[in-house]
């Protein structure tokens, strides 16, 4: 309970009102000549404490009331933010005397029941004799007299309400009892160190304020600014004056604000400002431009909070401005590179249908619109099943969605064949589609595109043209030729790892007896009856042709090896079962059949038909009319036994410098270039002599570890060769050299590269390093670390095979190349295949968009160059351009 205070506050009095002319002092009374001024000045002294040295100012004040009273110790136990805790004990006592009260901190408060119990505002506590204390001090006592205190006299002081600590007086001797007035002035001197220290938390919480909020403005980076409408004064924080220009005396002298919006926001601005300050707004806020000193307009975007006198009439206006200058630039290039993408997809010949992660469609183009019949806004929020409804374009089995089955694998789908879309009204036309599936910027899938167009005039002409080049005529069978085509794109989706096949190869057993003994009618009766009945038993997916004689080859589409040996059972079971009858006689026949799957490991159409036949021979050999599986794990040991004997065989051949350095030109198409532009190529000799080609070897250099020392061989020798050639030199434009996965992925080989150069003293902007597409993508980090770190000698780079990958479109605009090779693959059949022909040109806007020069691979004659110029692509290469040229013979190794 709060103590009542005497008339007047305890604070307002002063010594003179308190103080007998004397202390009685022990057993005698002592004058005490000139206290009441000593004790004014204490008092005065903690009332306007500093709030960097309060301790010091306490501890002096201290000493002065101590002298004043003669007493052993005057001290101060302050108290924690809890009330609960002696935080820190300021003592002033004798050099000779013997009571510590500092040895109080630390301790409780509860440790002293009796005082704890008396904490109200400036409430006494009084120890006489702590030898012979009163009952309830007992505990208290024999605390202080471990102290070696013999009597004392505390008040307790409170800062808002909550305890703060205790200001004391230590004897060393008990007392009988102390002066009338020394209460009253113990309660002034507390008063006054509460008020003191309540103006020093004041004084320190201010500043706290005060650097809060200047922290706070740097760290916003908003410029702050305050209007007194009385005063009609505008206050401009620094910030503020720094991010427009101006000075503190630019500002002064009846400055108007208002010179500075924009004259076409103005309105704008301050009608924003009329509708916060009539309440209609909780906050103005605005988005407009100010003058800058120098004269040019700022975008800033201004949010301000109005002050209100009672009756609405405005007193203040304070806000915070913040310069987007930049930010609105930014969002005026992406507007605009929206529009030119939007114009893009309205423009271009093919159907283009984006959907979210769900397959729900979100937009599709005017083409898409024509090609499928449905409008925009009925399409939007649709499945894409429900829009793009496609079909077998044989058997008119309906056909899982590309985009769908995209979405789910996350990667590409480029479709193998045309296939059959149904149009909203009903009416049928064939289309051919390459699906990608969208990455968020966290890798994941958001979505998809899908790019489509009408094919079915060109199929029906090269339907007609080509089903008897295409075709064997005896059994209506596809031919070895357009089997073996079929087989090549069956392998590339394979490596793309978009389905899974498999290959049965079959060999009539008993065909040669018939064909003997019945003549070759017969023999050509016996294989057109034989290629029906065994059409018939395979799914229409599935590809079955005449190789020659009496062999056949059946492609198996989404397929398993294990799904394969089962056809290959059930097609085997069917042909044991068959009789072949001619002039009265019949035959019974067999069939022998070897099953290979195709993986991404197969190495090409003539391994994978080597490999059937093998596996036919091996069916042959355990006895015929069986089947026998050419099984995996057996393709990979011929493989690996292979590539471990080219294993030795290069490094043979870099010890005895047997490497070879060629150049492929490469030719502008579009504009003249100054100098030479080519690429160089890596050849090796054999033990013989004879050039060897870097696809037979460089795919066991890469297994076993050896490409990184044929990457430094290249490097080293293509600058050290053009150093000794000061006219080759003298007349480069450019000179691309290709780097492996490996080497980027070394972490000594970037030091290598630039040593090489420091050495050479080559300019270095005349080197393009080209990296595969594949690569690239497998080891972002690394590729994009190796490309910023030789960019900045002047090196060029290219991203190589591009478009092979198919998740190039992705990446692509983050990775800091100059150059797409456009993959050869697509341009070998520009001229015949308008798939791929618009593979290119699209690879070729996009890579223009995306401010990089495109260069086509494989350009081997004069029409598919200039079929790339009329496209746009920027420069050709391949034999149609010029013939490898050596410039390096074997033997010139360092």
């Known amino acids: 309970m709060q103590m009542s205070k005497p008339p007047g506050t305890i604070s307002e009095l002063s010594a003179s009102d308190v103080l007998a002319p004397q202390f009685r002092t022990g057993k005698t009374d002592r004058a005490v000549p000139g206290i009441d001024v000593a004790c004014t000045r204490i008092a005065i002294e903690l009332q306007n404490l500093d709030r960097d040295t309060v301790d010091a100012g306490i501890l002096r ?39 510590h009260p500092e040895a109080l901190r630390g301790a409780a408060i509860a440790s002293l029941p009796w005082v704890h119990s008396r904490l109200d505002h400036l409430q006494l506590s009084e120890f006489r004799d702590t030898a012979a204390p009163r009952k309830e001090q007992a505990e208290d006592a024999g605390t202080l007299a471990e102290l070696a205190i013999g009597s004392a006299l505390l008040v307790a002081f409170r800062i808002r309400d909550q305890p703060a600590g205790l200001l004391g007086l230590a004897f060393g001797l008990p007392r009988g009892g102390f002066d009338q007035n020394l209460p009253q002035l113990m309660r002034l001197l507390g008063a006054s160190l509460a008020s003191g220290q309540d103006r020093v938390r004041l004084s320190q919480a201010l500043v706290r304020v005060q650097e809060r909020s200047s922290l706070a403005e740097l760290a916003a980076n908003d410029g702050l600014w305050d209007f007194d409408v009385d005063g009609n004064d505008v206050y401009f924080s620094p910030r503020w004056r720094a991010m427009l220009g101006y000075d503190e005396a630019d500002l002064k002298g009846g400055f108007d604000w208002r010179s500075l919006v924009h004259p076409d926001d103005m309105s704008r601005v301050q009608s924003s400002i009329r509708d916060h300050v009539a309440a209609k707004t909780p906050i103005f806020e605005s988005v407009h431009r100010m003058r800058h000193r120098n004269g040019e307009w700022r975008w800033v975007i201004s949010r301000a909070k109005a002050q209100l006198d009672p009756h609405g009439r405005l007193l203040r206006l304070v806000g915070v401005e913040l310069d987007i200058t930049e930010r609105k630039m930014y969002e005026e290039a992406l507007f605009r590179e929206k529009e030119s993408a939007q114009i893009t997809l309205q423009s271009i010949g093919d159907g283009v249908i984006t959907t979210d992660a769900a397959s729900t469609i979100d937009y599709i183009n005017p083409v898409a619109e024509q090609l499928t019949g449905w409008r925009l806004e009925d399409a939007m929020g649709r499945p894409v099943e429900e829009i793009f409804r496609a079909f077998h374009e044989e058997t008119c089995e309906p056909l899982e969605n590309p ?5 789910r694998r996350a990667r590409p789908i480029k479709s193998v064949r045309p296939m059959l879309l149904i149009r909203r009204d009903g009416n049928e036309l064939y289309v051919e589609s390459t699906a990608s599936p969208i990455r968020a910027g966290n890798g994941k899938v ?3 595109v899908l790019v489509f167009h009408d094919v079915s005039e060109s199929r029906e002409l090269n339907r007609r043209l080509s089903y ?21 794109r069956a392998l590339k989706s394979a490596k793309a790892r978009e389905a899974s096949y498999a290959l049965c190869y079959l060999d009539i057993d008993q065909f040669k007896i018939v064909n003997d003994t019945c003549g070759h009618s017969a023999g050509d009766a016996l294989l057109g009856q034989v290629g029906a009945l065994l059409k018939s038993k395979v799914r229409w997916r599935d590809t079955l042709s005449r190789l020659r004689g009496d062999e056949f080859g059946l492609l198996l589409e989404s397929c398993t090896l294990d799904e394969a040996m089962r056809m290959a059972e059930s097609l085997r079971e069917a042909v044991r079962n068959f009789r072949f009858s001619w002039e009265e006689r019949v035959f019974r026949l067999g069939a022998s059949i070897g099953v290979v799957p195709i993986t991404a490991d197969s190495e090409d159409v003539a391994a994978i038909l080597s490999a059937a036949d093998g596996a036919c021979a091996a069916a042959k050999e355990q006895g015929r009319n069986r089947v026998h599986s050419f099984a995996e794990n057996d393709i990979e040991l011929m493989r690996r036994r292979r590539e471990m004997q080219w294993a030795a065989r290069i490094n043979a051949a870099l010890e005895e410098g047997r490497f070879e350095l060629f150049r492929m030109p490469i030719m502008p198409l579009q504009e003249p270039e100054t100098g030479a532009h080519y690429e160089l190529l890596l050849r090796m000799r054999d033990e013989a002599g004879r050039i060897v080609p870097p696809d037979s070897f460089i795919a066991a250099a890469e297994r076993y570890g050896i490409i990184p020392s044929i990457d430094r061989w290249v490097v080293e020798n293509a600058l050290r060769w053009l150093m000794s050639e000061p006219d080759e030199r003298a007349r480069l434009a450019m ?16 030091p290598f590269v630039i040593d090489q150069f420091h050495k050479s003293g080559l300019d270095a902007s005349k080197i393009c390093f080209e990296i595969t597409e594949t690569t690239a993508v497998a080891s972002f980090a690394q590729a994009n670390r190796f490309i910023q770190a030789l960019k900045e000698l002047g090196c060029k780079f290219a991203l190589d095979d591009f478009g092979a990958g198919m998740s190039s479109f992705g990446y692509l605009k983050n990775f800091p190349v100059d150059y797409l090779k456009i993959d050869g693959s697509f341009v070998r059949e520009i001229l015949h295949d308008p798939i791929d022909r618009e593979m290119v040109r699209s690879i070729n806007e996009i890579g223009h968009l995306t401010g990089k020069k495109t260069i086509a691979e494989f350009a081997e004659n004069a029409e598919i160059i200039q079929m790339l110029r009329d496209i746009g692509v920027d420069f050709a290469q391949g034999y149609g351009v010029a013939q490898p040229q050596r410039i390096l013979k074997s033997g010139n190794n360092p």
């Not at 985009?403 to 979405?407: A, E, G, H, K, P």
């Not at 005529?473 to 073996?484: K, Q, S, W, Y």
């Open 735 to 750: 000179c691309s050299i290709n780097l492996s996965g490996q080497s980027l992925g070394d972490d000594k080989f970037l």
């Open 468 to 488: 008897h080049d295409s075709h064997d005529l005896l059994t209506g069978l596809v031919n070895r030729r357009e089997f073996e085509e079929r087989l090549e």
């Open 61 to 99: 004040a201290l000493e002065t009331f101590r002298d004043a009273v003669s007493a052993d110790a005057a001290f101060v136990l302050q108290l924690d933010a809890s009330g609960q805790h002696i935080e820190s004990v300021i003592c002033a006592r004798g050099h000779f005397d013997q009571c």
């Open 403 to 407: 985009l769908s089955v995209s979405i």
């Open 446 to 448: 958001g979505g998809g």
